[in-house]
Structures are given as structure tokens and as C-alpha cells.
């Protein structure tokens, strides 16, 4: 590349050279550093940009890149006997951590099947020209990192998680008994002592008595780890206990790249859904106008249908829908049920068609059929048993996967609600109905005719004149009410995301 050596010229006799005489041909490092190291330094007439101002303030970024959860060795300072070589390199460390801070150090579509998020305008170079030439350049996380609330909170706890970790070791909590208010342990010694540098407590004392305080302090760390908030000190609860600050530094450290793989802003009206905490979230203007519990899709060893993550949007509310099975689930969960009971369609009202045509379910010989041969259409109709429930949610997407009331009420209470085939099913499908139709469809819908159709299961099909934006993510920490939040990574997309971020 002839950077380079037209740098040096400039060095010495600040001469001028056309932008159209650089060539990208040597350059040493790959297209896409090459190519946005080129458009930085035209912003500059191909002058040099580094001085020793500079250079220190590159230095303390790089050190504090490590709050902001990625890995200050990544980008390494090399100063050689070379100036011009020097200058590079020292530009591709800033492009690097500039391009990390604004996207992520992972592309997250390597990870997941299929990452279609609305992506961000890249305006890094031009932003970093306008931070050196304005003598900004300390602000460049501010400037590039993602604005989120959330974020920031996160970053906190992440700093409070570091200085932890460079000043405790925590005692490893051995416990076979169930303990509760009253009992007395030596392990709560150093429950007490957790609990107490994360915060929990307000204060240590080396007691090892079960009191109402600690009591307290046991519901609120059980709360924010998804456990039964019962105040039983147990073996689930031990477990979390016993996290080790620098897994918790990790964890926090995959969840804020996670922010930066999201769109700038959102939506002012959206639907913001998070698997690992089975939530659903309604926000219009930063307002929650809906909060909801959720049940994704499975992620047993043996059946492992995950809910996919995708952006689309809402554009369809079915009432009284009837259930197309998809083939799968028909010949996954359906077929043997048949098997067993031949009688179950008609039990649960599931029509059985071949190239269009309804059959007569007795008259198949199901003990013959299987995976390979298995050639038919169920659908179950509308009803009490209809597994889709009395609402559906429609949007496009690759996976055919929607939003969905259900009849299985009982599945809302458990903690961990991995049961549906990869779509979500929505606790508050009424409520979220009711305020997704008003103002926003053709007709003139309200509370009383909804209940109305709904009743008379009659399939009705009410498209919304505005869409509304739906996110499905995976976070296993998010910050809510300054608490902070830790979930399952019942994927195990964590730990993939954790090999490459670290």
C-alpha cells in the first residue's frame, strides 16, 4: 500500500498527493481494514495523525475498554523504529477498537442460524475523524458504544464485579441441609459475606444464625436469579451462591456485546421479548404498557427446538385460529399419540387431509405409518383444545414463528418455561390483543367486540394498519429496577459467545 510511503512524504516535505494515487494494493492487512484506514486518513488529506497526545489517550482507552466489557488485548500497541509503520499501526488499533465498541467484537449471524436485525448506518471513520480533529478522541466510547439505559447499568455492575474480583476470594459454600429463619450453620458465615459484596446486605457481621434480615436478603438474591423466592436457603439457591465473581464478570461481559449487536434506537411502539427470562414486554415512548410471562420453545438434549431470535413485525391478529401443524410436530409429537389412541383426532378436533381432501382418520392404518411416508395435512380447528389458544400473532418470518395464546394455563407458573415447539406462548394474549387493536385497525374494534368474537369462534382475520415491531432476544442479564438480573443460558448460546468474545 502506498500510504505508507505518501505519508512519509508528508512527514518530511508536506507535499500534496491526489486521494486517486493511493493504491490499497500492499496493504498487509485484510480488505476491510485496509479500505477503512484509507477513508480515516482522507479526512485528514492523507496527513498524519498521531502524536503523543494521542498515543496516551489511545493507551487509556485501550485500558478502559476493559469496563465496557471487551478485552483490552486485542488491541496491542506497536511502536517500531518506523514511523510510518508506527502510525499504521497505531491507526488500525483505533479503527479496531472503535468498530468493536459500535458493532461488537462477534458477528453475531456466525452465532445464530439467522440474524436479521435492522443493522446500524456505519458512520464509525467519520466520527472518529470528527473526535481526533475536535481533540475528543476520550470520548469515543460515549460516542460509539450503544445508548441504551440498560447498557450503561450493566457497565456499572461490571465495574463493581472487577473491583471484587481484584480484592476477595469467595469462600465456596458447602451445604447439604435445607436451612430457614431459626437455624444455625457455619455456612451462613459465609452466605453473609456474599451476599454482602454483592450487595445484598447492607452490612457483614460474622454470625452464623438464620435470621429474618438475612431472610430478606435470601428472597432478593433468589428473585434475581430466577429461583422461588422462598427464603429457603436450599441447594438451587447454594448453587448460584457459589457463582464465582469472575463467571459473573463473563456473563455480563456476553450480554453487553449482545447490546451492541442492536439497532441505535428502537421503535417509539414495540415488543420487546426476552427468552431467558420468559418475558414479553409492550413499550410505547419507554413507557411498559404491557408486561407479560411467556413459554419458548424446548431445549431438552433429547428435543431441542429453541425459539429462533428475529426481528419482524406484528401485521395479523387471528381470532379463534385454527392450527395448521406444521409436519414436524405432527410426526414428532402428534403421530405417536395417534398410535396409541387412534380416537385422538377426533378427540382434539384435528382434521386429517391429503392433496386437499379430508379423510376419515379410522380409516388409516396408522401402526403402518411413519417419518418417510407420512403424507398428510393435520389442522386442528378452533376451540376449547385448540393448542394455539383463542389469538394468534402473525409475522413473517423465515422460522414460521408467531405469538400465540394457549389453553395450558398451568405452564405460566413454572420458572423455567421451555414447553412449546419454538413459538411463544403469551400469558396476556387478551390484553396484549386488546391494546394492539385500539387505534389500529380498519374497523372500529373495542373491548366489547373482541369478546364478543372471541366467543363466537368464528376465525376472524383483522389486519393492523400499523405493524407493530417485534424483538426477540437473549439476554441472561438485564438490569431492571437497579437490580441486577441473572438468567439460565438455556440455549447455551453463551458459551459459544464466550469462546469467541474472550
Known sequence: MKLIWFLLIFNIFSFHVEASTISLDRCSLNRFSCEKIYSLYKFFDFQP????????????LIQKSKYEGLNPNDYKIRISSSLIESELNLTHTLIKLAYHTYYGKINPSKIFEKWDFPKKKDEVIKIL????????LEELFETLGP????YKDLKEYLKKYYEIESKETLDKIELKERLKVGDIHPSIIKVRRILWLLGYLDSYIESNLYDEKLEKAIRRFQETHNLEPDGILGRQTAKALNMKIMDRIIKIRVNLEKYRWLPETLEE????????????FLYDNRQTLLHSRIVVGKNYKEDFRPTPLLYSKIKQIVFNPDWYIPRSIAVKDILPKIKKNPEYLIKEKIKVYINGEEIDPISIDWSKINETNFNFKLIQKTGKSNALGKIKFYMPNDFDVYLHDTPQR?????????FSSGCIRVEKAYKLALILIENNTIKDWNEKKLSEVLKSEETIYLNLKRPIPVYILYF??????????????????DKIIAKYLI
Open 49 to 60: 495523525i498521531w502524536n503523543q497526545k494521542r498515543i496516551e489517550t489511545l493507551k487509556i
Open 129 to 136: 475523524a470528527d473526535l481526533i480533529k475536535q481533540d475528543r
Open 147 to 150: 445508548k441504551y439505559k440498560e
Open 269 to 280: 411502539k414495540y415488543i420487546w421479548i426476552n427468552i431467558p427470562s420468559f418475558e414479553l
Open 410 to 418: 398451568n405452564l405460566f407458573s413454572h420458572k423455567i418455561r421451555t
Open 476 to 493: 441472561t442479564n438485564l438490569v431492571k429496577d437497579s437490580n441486577l438480573y441473572f438468567f439460565e443460558d438455556i440455549y447455551g448460546y
